[in-house]
């Protein structure tokens, strides 16, 4: 049992959705300065990708620890 934990690969693409969601977050007011509902859309999508990778890379080990 403790070799198959051990084996097991930690990379879940958490902090890769951290950082596109940041970028989404800064890019959003430059994507389109003409219309302003991709700008919000890409807001709200950059605070989504980016909460759901934090939750990924933290919360959801810590929830499996405990």
């Known amino acids: 049992m403790a070799h198959d934990q051990h084996n097991k690969s ?3 693409g ?3 959705l951290i950082i596109l969601g940041a970028l989404l977050l800064f ?3 430059n994507i389109h300065p003409t219309s302003s509902e991709l700008g919000i859309l890409a807001l ?3 605070i989504v990708i980016g ?3 934090f939750y ?6 810590k929830e499996k620890k405990i």
């Not at 990924?56 to 080990?61: G, Q, T």
């Open 10 to 12: 930690r990379n879940s």
């Open 14 to 16: 958490g902090f890769a």
């Open 27 to 29: 890019l959003a007011p």
């Open 44 to 46: 709200v999508g950059g």
């Open 51 to 53: 909460s759901l990778g």
């Open 56 to 61: 990924l890379k933290f919360i959801r080990n």
